[in-house]
């Protein structure tokens, strides 16, 4: 087994981030390095990483640089010839690298394409029997949801096979992946980072493989909410960014049309006390989609001169019909409640 680098971003959650490293230290695959990014904790997280966990390799921010800067920060100190994402509100079931590594060889030693990224199994942490996301799914205006998101688990992902993308929260990347596609787009700072980092590899010619046996287990939305008007900002704005700067030209000038379909089931949800947005204030909902079309619109030339810079080692045709394949249903992305709390 090659050496595996495991990154972990990290903003105060000292406790959680204490199981998070437990479990990395009970890995059946040994030969890792875990580097551990902190965005400027304040409740004694260093203290604590000082004291019982002094093999881990830390980087000090004085302030919170995002998801995406800590990322890129822990790729480049990195040795390996995989990068592990991890976040610090997860546990790794012991066999967690191991078998994305191996999935990762095995996979590359009997397919054409070469697998560049594979995504974990993520389950609730509370409730161990509910599925978070198992890989990730696309509707055609840059929103994105994790495959089998709140369903019960019994059995139904359990194949190896191919994914869109994985969940920055828990996965594995070639470390050509980088090198080839690029590092993080910091400007997204968090959320929906993961999805553009996956389709940016993708259209770099890279594939994505779904490996069922690794399993991690998450609490959901610990950092800023579940329903934070940050997260709701970031999440709305960076889907915007994402389309901007990755879609296809026709698919890219229909956005408008996909985002108002999509507007509408929300607000149909919302009166109808369902999904997501049944849960937040119709007030908060409004004034996150403007302030996310505001931030999405001052920084729109900055993504159409990134455009530019993209390598795309597949044609327009062959990535549409790869966001088709992936593609969520409407009513799933709207209606479908998030993981049980």
């Known amino acids: 087994m090659p050496l595996v680098s495991v990154v972990i971003p990290h903003w105060n959650r000292r406790d959680l981030l204490r199981s998070c490293l437990l479990s990395l230290a009970a890995q059946t ?8 990014v902190d965005n400027g904790s304040t409740d004694g997280s260093l203290e604590m990483l000082a004291a019982e966990f002094p093999r881990v390799t830390v980087i000090r921010n004085r302030e919170n640089r995002g998801f995406c800067a800590a990322v890129n920060q822990g790729i480049q100190a990195s040795r390996g010839a995989y990068v592990a994402l991890l976040n610090n509100d997860t546990e790794a079931d012991p066999h967690w690298l191991e078998a994305l590594v191996y ?6 030693s009997c397919r054409k394409e070469q697998v560049g990224m594979c995504a974990t199994k993520i389950l609730s942490y509370e409730h161990r029997e509910v599925i978070d996301k198992v890989g990730h799914l696309i509707y055609p205006d840059g929103q994105n949801r994790g495959r089998g998101c709140g369903e019960t688990d019994h059995g139904q992902f359990d194949c190896v096979e191919e994914a869109l993308l994985p969940d920055g929260c828990a996965a594995l990347y070639d470390r050509r992946v980088f090198e080839t596609a690029g590092l993080f787009d910091e400007d997204f700072f968090a ?4 999805a553009e980092m996956g389709l940016r590899a993708r259209l770099a010619g890279w ?3 779904y490996i069922p046996g690794a399993v991690v287990y998450h609490h959901h939305a610990s950092t800023l909410g579940r329903f934070s008007a940050q997260r709701l900002v970031l999440v709305e704005r960076n889907r915007m960014w994402l389309a901007a700067k ?25 009166l109808r006390g369902r999904g997501e947005a049944g849960q937040v204030p119709a007030v908060t ?10 931030e999405a619109l001052a920084g729109l030339p900055r993504m159409l001169r990134k455009r530019r810079q993209i390598r795309r080692a597949i044609s327009d045709r062959e990535f549409m019909q790869l966001l088709e394949r992936f593609r969520i249903p409407l009513a799933e992305l709207v209606f479908q409640s998030q993981p049980r709390r």
């Open 103 to 108: 999935g990762a060889q095995s996979a590359n």
């Open 29 to 36: 695959l040994t030969d890792h390095e875990i580097i551990l």
């Open 191 to 194: 959320y929906g980072d993961d």
């Open 285 to 294: 909902l409004v004034w996150c989609a403007l302030r996310a079309c505001g």
């Open 246 to 270: 990755l879609f296809p030209w026709p698919l890219l000038w229909l956005n408008p049309w996909y985002a108002t379909l999509r507007w509408v089931a929300n607000a149909w949800a919302a």
């Open 207 to 209: 594939g994505c493989l």
